[in-house]
């Protein structure tokens, strides 16, 4: 009889230490879980931080080649205008040497 009480004290031990041990467990699994958690909230506040500074800088940009574009084309515009003066001034002149040769001859 003595044997199995020593038995059962012995197994109850056992089961005893390996409920603890999985108690143990379950906790430390529970806090990686928090930790992950923690640390992929973290990550996704610093993608949606990266993503507003990509938005950003994607509109600054767009906005300077706007501008850039609006000022080139205004360039292009009178470079045209003093371009076609000039050549009418020219074209002007030269029919005026014209009627003059072909009256005095």
Known sequence: METLYVAVGALSSIILFLLGYAVIGVVNGKK??????????????????????????????????DETYRELDSELDETRKVFQSSLDSRLDKLEHKLRETQVIS
């Open 32 to 65: 990686q879980a928090q930790t992950l958690e923690n640390y992929i909230k973290s990550v996704e506040y610093r993608c949606e931080s990266i993503e507003r500074i990509i938005d950003h800088e994607v509109s600054e940009v767009q906005r300077r080649l």
